[in-house]
């Protein structure tokens, strides 16, 4: 995690070898996760064998639409994402954090979850989720705000190790490009692959990816194939074309608290809280206990919940956000606003997530760029 | 280290204030974590009850005697009532202190002025009893506290014995009276112009409804007080109590880190707006 810099000499990876960085990567102790099809959507899931990778499958996104095609492109990275990526395997959806074990005595007894995990390599991340974990890296590990580090995900961080694909295929629904996050990923990464036809350019971003990468079996790459790499880039970023209305939307949100769109939206929205589920950035969580039967242990758990629901702000006797546009306002105002002040950044870093896997396709480009807009 | 693990403590006192209060005090029952523990007023612990969950409540014992740690609750909720059944020698988990307290120190030498709504507001009896302990290092005390009806009030003879105190004075209200309230009726924002304020020595320390401690910095800023020298306990949903969860989020602050305790011009932004 210190040394991060892109080498500068790309080497070449040809498609045919592919299974060789799963297979040295199995060697040094990872268990590999990476992108297949399942359900109808890309998800990440055990990889040991390459050709359960998404090969020839595209991904179409629209408000309230995910869809996925086939063809026959030899490609097994032509998609943008699907609704998960890294947030389920560093913060868990559910997870304990300690029991409570009642002695004979009427005595208690804690004890953490201490399970050390297997490191784990992802193949596959795009430059948004690399963002997106940059934040949470913040929130869990580097004691931001001045929270106390989490043990859980700071020892499956540890474990960790990213192979981020540059994504060629952006979404309809993304806006990485106008959040500054992508479509080419900066830092962040232990190995770096720029997808082409014929395989794929690799550099390393840390010590650990370099000792992988001397394990393959790689040729320098040609300067056409680096050229090739940068306007797949380019062609990607322009492919994109929604965008938020500024980097920092803070003042002016919070500037326009009584807008009259946070009514609108909240016509439209059902306050179902898919948003904050597929969102990579959000971390809220609910803590709660389950016994077990016979009453001798009682395990203390954590899982995900959303501001979108009346528990997340409900005291005895009232609750903070009683509806939807206030619900809908926090969530706004945090992600694009008070992030800044929490992290130095927004919150957002343009995957598109909650526009796809919006029942009702509502679109944060667009309702930010409604209230931010000069009118009002 | 787990920041969310609690340590054992055990019931050492249970009194039942009210039908609906009770205090519990609490010894850690590892001496090793007893003889390290240190708080400040205004700060909290999350309380577990075997099997059933955590909650956030203030301690309002006194700082310099941190081996018996002084909980006052109200029964308003499922962790709350189930706590509310449990006896004497009794074991629960605690885990603590959190947050930001009373800014105590920069207080002294100044009049204070405590402001509080509602029942048993347990972090300004922190304070309370922390000045009356130490009532040499203050100036003038005000104690201004409105409740709804007059049966609400809790420790009724504590309010009149404090207010025979040199220098002290308490100024209680409630918005419904009874035959032998000898105080006043009707909003607490009232008995301001009864306190003597003066705006260029006075500290303020406020917890209660938001909709009264509203109308208290109204009442205050026509008295001249400055909004730096208004500190008021935010309460919002806290379930992690380190600045993870989220709950907590009053803007860009995590209460349970940067407060509960704040000075008003760190609020103020938000104060107003329903909805966070």
Redesign the interface.
């Known amino acids: 995690m210190d040394d991060r810099t892109q080498s500068p000499e790309p080497q070449f990876l040809p498609r045919a070898r592919l299974q060789e960085l799963v297979d040295a990567l199995k060697r040094a102790g990872f268990r590999c996760v990476g992108p297949t099809v399942r359900d109808g959507a890309i998800v990440f899931d055990s990889l040991d064998a390459v050709d359960t990778l998404p090969f020839g499958i595209h991904d179409e996104q629209q408000p309230g639409s995910y869809r996925l095609h086939a063809d026959d492109n030899a490609r097994a990275f032509a998609w943008a994402n699907g609704p998960q990526a890294l947030k389920p395997l560093l913060f868990a959806a559910r997870e304990v954090l300690w029991r409570a074990r009642r002695q004979a005595d009427g005595s208690l007894r804690f004890d953490s979850e201490q399970a050390a995990p297997q490191p784990l390599a992802v193949i596959g991340v795009r430059a948004c989720d690399l963002a997106a974990l940059a934040i949470h890296d913040q929130h869990f590990v580097r004691q931001a705000h001045g929270a106390s580090p989490d043990p859980a995900y700071a020892r499956r961080r540890a474990a960790l190790f990213l192979v981020a694909v540059n994504c060629s295929d952006p979404a309809a629904t993304c806006f990485c490009a106008s959040t500054g996050d992508g479509p080419r990923a900066s830092s962040g990464f232990d190995i770096l692959l720029d997808e082409l036809d014929d395989g794929y350019l690799l550099s390393c971003g840390s010590e650990a990816g370099r000792r992988i990468a001397a394990g393959l079996v790689l040729v320098p790459a040609r300067r056409e194939q680096s050229e090739a790499a940068m306007q797949q880039s380019a062609r990607a970023e322009r492919k994109m074309t929604r965008r938020l209305p500024g980097r920092n939307l803070r003042d002016t949100l919070f500037g326009r608290l009584e807008h009259p769109r946070w009514n609108e939206v909240a016509e439209r929205c059902l306050s179902c809280g898919n948003c904050t589920s597929v969102c990579p950035t959000c971390f809220c969580h609910a803590e709660r206990e389950q016994q077990q039967i016979d009453g001798s242990e009682s395990a203390h758990l954590r899982e995900w919940d959303s501001c979108f629901t009346r528990g997340h702000s409900q005291l005895h006797g009232y609750v903070v956000r009683p509806d939807t546009r206030t619900r809908y306002r926090q969530w706004l105002t945090h992600k694009l606003g008070s992030w800044h002040d929490q992290f130095g950044r927004s919150g957002c870093v343009g995957c598109g997530r909650c526009i796809a896997w919006c029942p009702v396709g509502i679109d944060i480009t667009e309702e930010a760029g409604a209230i931010c807009s000069e009118q009002r | 280290?787990?920041?969310?693990?609690?340590?054992?403590a055990e019931i050492v006192e249970r009194i039942q204030e009210s039908p609906a209060i009770f205090t519990l005090k609490l010894r850690l029952?590892d001496p090793e974590l007893r003889a390290a523990y240190a708080f400040a007023p205004g700060q909290f612990n999350m309380l577990?009850l075997?099997?059933?969950?955590?909650v956030p409540i203030s301690i309002v014992s006194d700082p310099q005697e941190p081996d018996l740690l002084e909980h006052t609750i109200?029964a308003?909720?499922r962790v709350?009532d189930a706590l509310a059944a449990l006896p004497a020698?009794?074991?629960?988990?605690v885990r603590g202190p959190y947050g930001r307290g009373w800014p105590l120190r920069q207080a002294e030498g100044h009049d204070l002025v405590i402001v509080t709504g509602g029942l048993g507001c347990a972090p300004v009896v922190s304070v309370i009893n922390y000045v009356l302990m130490r009532r040499a290092l203050f100036g003038t005390l005000t104690i201004i506290q409105g409740v709804t009806h007059a049966e609400d009030l809790l420790w009724r003879e504590r309010y009149a014995r404090w207010n025979a105190l040199p220098d002290t004075q308490v100024l209680l209200s409630a918005d419904h009276g009874s035959p032998l309230w000898p105080w006043h009726v009707g909003r607490v924002t009232e008995v301001f112009d009864d306190a003597a304020i003066d705006p260029v020595r006075a500290i303020v320390m406020m917890c209660g409804p938001e909709a009264m401690m509203r109308a208290a910095v109204r009442e205050l800023g026509r008295l001249g007080v400055q909004e730096q020298a208004i500190y008021l306990s935010m309460?919002?949903?806290m379930?992690?109590a380190?600045?993870?969860?989220?709950?907590c989020?009053y803007?860009?602050a995590?209460v349970c880190?940067?407060g509960p305790v704040f000075a008003y011009p760190e609020v103020s932004?938000l104060f107003d707006?329903?909805?966070?």
């Open positions: 280290m787990n920041p969310y693990l609690p340590a054992e029952c577990y075997y099997g059933a969950g955590e109200r308003v909720g709350t020698g009794a074991r629960l988990g309460e919002r949903n379930q992690c380190v600045g993870h969860c989220g709950h989020q803007g860009a995590f880190r940067q932004a707006v329903r909805g966070y």
